[in-house]
Nanobody, 116 residues
Framework: QVQLVESGGGLVQPGGSLRLSCAAS????????MGWYRRAPGIRRHEWVA????????HYRDSVEGRFTISRDNANNTVILQMNSLKPEDTAVYYC?????????WGQGTQVTVSS
């Protein structure tokens, strides 16, 4: 059974930082490109944010390029999203999943709120 468990969200002021973690099942982590997604208030679809291949290649959506950094902790089957210089428009529930996404894998996500 695939499990993806996100943590690390919270309330932060604009310009602040947060570090999100996703603990993934070993069955998918080692062989998969892993990604972070988010769903903003009132938006149904999960928006892709960043991904990292097993070889270490990273990709980011334009709006987070230079502010967010995705990484993998292969020893612990964990995907990390370091978020710096946060903006109010980054407010969303953040999820991890494989890339391309598998609709059966969504976890509970972790809420990120950027507000003064």
């Amino acid at each position: 059974q695939v499990q993806l468990v996100e943590s690390g969200g919270g309330l932060v002021q604009p310009g602040g930082s947060l570090r999100l973690s996703c603990a993934a099942s070993a069955t998918i982590f080692s062989d998969s490109t892993m990604g972070w997604y988010r769903r903003a208030p009132g938006i149904r679809r999960h928006e892709w944010v960043a991904s990292m291949t097993t070889a270490g290649t990273t990709h980011y959506r334009d709006s987070v390029e230079g502010r967010f950094t995705i990484s993998r902790d292969n020893a612990n089957n964990t995907v990390i999203l370091q978020m710096n210089s946060l903006k109010p428009e980054d407010t969303a529930v953040y999820y991890c999943n494989v890339d391309p996404r598998n609709e059966n894998y969504w976890g509970q996500g972790t809420q990120v709120t950027v507000s003064s």
